[in-house]
């Protein structure tokens, strides 16, 4: 029986030898990808960025000073209006009669004026004469002084009510395109309420607002570039306006951006970056890599590396703002490192590379 034990012993002591003897090979069959590389280093940007908004150069929101009805709406919205073109028409029934009043006080107290004016003359002959006493060529002089003051009172209300009448009929204030109608015919008007806003399609700029930590570097009259968010058009366009105060922008100081003529269609409200151009030094140094180099998983964000074995390594980045066709990389890559710039075929983790 032990003869036995000691023979099944050895014969599993062998099995395992030989085991371990044997060795699993696999072939690596994973095919070779062809991969354009680059390195961000060439990308390094020396500007810093800001957002804004695009509007026109010469833009404004019309209201009225009085209340009423409005009576009609003679525009509509992307009409070309010129300037004094009646916009909007408000029920104006109360200042007219008012109007009508003043007209009336301005006729009585002209015709006061005639007869007061009259005896004035006729005692001033007689006073030089030594025909009037002194009283009364001073009692004529007061009521002659006092007819004019009632006429230019008068004039002076019927000037006002003119100027209430004017807040009624709303014209254009110059030659534009009218960019939106807030009220309808029959809606009642308010003081202070906009009831239609024009622009001028001509000129645009580029309102963006910069924090305090780089506002020194941006200079009056600089060349700037501006990127469209939506269509990452690239403008040019110059600084024409730096504010020294943030008083009434949120803690950020306000740069107004006047953009160069092209033919890309600008609306009024598009989001913009404007790249303010600084001195290079390694603290404004910017990477940049082509926005479509990165890879996308779900919310995370990425690209593909070189390793030292020529294989493809997914590296996660944290991207900043959007320039044009450029992401800014914020961490994950450095500036000397390779990146794929485009493949041939799909790229996954651990795939060989043939760089070209």
Do not use: H
């Not at 009259?118 to 006092?146: C, G, H, I, V, W």
Request: hydrophobic share 40%.
């Amino acid at each position: 029986m032990k003869n036995i034990t000691k023979l099944l012993i050895i014969a599993a002591l062998l099995i395992v030898a030989s085991c371990g003897k044997e060795k699993i090979t696999t072939a690596d069959n994973r095919p070779t990808v062809n991969v354009k590389v680059s390195t961000p280093g060439s990308e390094i940007g020396t500007f810093i960025s800001a957002s804004g908004k695009v509007e026109a150069v010469q833009n404004a929101n019309l209201s009225t000073r009085m209340m009423g009805y409005v009576n009609k709406v003679y525009v509509k919205v992307g009409e070309k209006v010129s300037k004094g073109q009646l916009l909007v028409s408000i029920n104006s029934a109360d200042i007219n009669a008012q109007k009508a009043q003043v007209s009336a006080s301005i006729t009585e107290a002209t015709a006061a004026l005639k007869i007061a004016k009259k005896d004035y003359d006729r005692y001033k002959a007689l006073f030089n004469e030594n025909s009037a006493s002194q009283k009364e060529m001073d009692d004529m002089t007061a009521n002659y002084e006092m007819s004019k003051a009632r006429v230019e009172a008068a004039t002076q209300m019927k000037n006002q009510i003119n100027a209430q009448l004017s807040y009624s009929n709303i014209t254009a204030p110059f030659r534009g395109v009218v960019t939106g109608k807030f009220i309808n015919k029959g809606d009642m008007a308010n003081p202070g309420m906009p009831l239609i806003s024009v622009e001028t399609p001509d000129k645009f700029q580029v309102i963006a607002m910069v924090p305090e930590s780089e506002i020194t570097s941006i200079k009056n009259g600089t060349d700037v570039n501006v990127v469209i968010r939506s269509t990452n058009d690239v403008l040019k366009g110059k600084v024409t306006e730096v504010s020294t105060s943030t008083k009434n922008t949120g803690g950020q100081y306000l740069v107004k951006v006047i953009l160069d003529k092209s033919a890309i269609k600008l609306l009024s409200g598009m989001f913009a970056s404007v790249q303010f151009p600084i001195t290079k030094n390694e603290k404004s140094s910017t990477i940049l890599i082509p926005t479509s180099a990165i890879v996308k998983r779900g919310e995370l964000r990425g690209v593909y590396v070189v390793s030292q074995s020529k294989t493809a390594l997914l590296r996660w980045l944290r991207l900043g703002k959007e320039f044009g066709d450029k992401t800014e990389i914020l961490s994950g890559l450095s500036a000397t490192e390779n990146f794929v710039l485009s493949s041939d075929g799909k790229l996954v983790n651990g795939a060989k590379l043939n760089i070209q």
